[in-house]
């Protein structure tokens, strides 16, 4: 069946460092991969997307990689700040009869100290 | 520009009754969608919208039901409500171009008490 997970649930970092948030998924028709941010009481956050075709996207601080070899996605957030702490989810839409279905890992807490 | 809205904000229910869970979607999007988001679990894909028709879903029981409206808004129905339907309830929606495959945006949720 279909799967995201992450590796680490929690994580805890200094400000200004830089974090790395790691996921795994497990089909390996999935087209398209989402990562959102949760803060407490609100509903998810997009935050950067990739599809399958590219290895590699840029954001504001943010840059996702992909690496379909292994089925892995990553996060990395430059020079993190307070404001960056919340759950944080990986996000495939596997295609196929899962087209439109988004399946969630159970998230990564981030949190960051001043 | 609007973002997607839902109401209510909180529902209390009593076990056996039924909740209806509202959304409307942004302004030019056609496609909603169901999540569940049960606590200390990640968010469950519940159903998907798209031009007024059911395009996918979830594993979850015929009790959980919806449809969308000619207006792109979009109701979610629980029958016969059980404990364990106690959640977060999260709307999303997209422009629908890629078939699905594109990028969802959230509302805040309601969040649905089953006692």
């Known amino acids: 069946g279909e799967s995201v997970g992450l590796h680490l649930p929690t994580l805890s970092v200094q400000e200004g460092d830089n974090s790395i948030i790691n996921c795994a998924y497990s089909?390996?028709?999935?087209?398209?991969f989402i990562w959102y941010k949760q803060e407490s009481g609100k509903g998810p956050q997009f935050i950067i997307d990739i599809r399958s075709n590219m290895d590699k996207r840029q954001g504001q601080r943010v840059t996702v990689l992909l690496n379909k070899t292994v089925k892995h996605l990553s996060l990395q957030i430059a020079a993190t700040q307070p404001g960056d702490s919340a759950v944080y989810f990986c996000?495939?839409?596997?295609?196929?009869?899962?087209?439109?279905?988004?399946?969630f890992g159970q998230g990564t807490i981030l949190t960051v100290h001043p | 520009e609007a973002g997607v809205t839902q109401s209510p904000t909180h529902l209390i229910k009593t076990r056996g009754q039924q909740a209806t869970l509202r959304c409307s979607p942004i302004s030019g999007h056609t496609s909603v969608y169901w999540y569940q988001q049960a606590l200390g679990l990640g968010l469950q894909f519940l159903l998907w919208y798209d031009e007024g028709e059911e395009r996918n879903r979830g594993n979850f029981p015929p009790r959980f039901s919806g449809r969308q409206f000619p207006n792109y808004s979009s109701e979610l129905n629980v029958n016969a409500l059980e404990l364990e339907d106690s959640a977060l309830y999260l709307c999303?929606?997209?422009?629908?171009?890629?078939?699905?495959?594109?990028?969802?945006?959230f509302g805040p949720g309601t969040r649905l008490t089953v006692l």
């Open positions: 089909n390996s028709a999935s087209d398209y």
């Open positions: 999303a929606s997209s422009t629908g171009t890629s078939g699905g495959g594109d990028e969802q945006f």
């Open positions: 996000a495939e839409n596997g295609g196929g009869t899962s087209y439109g279905k988004l399946t």
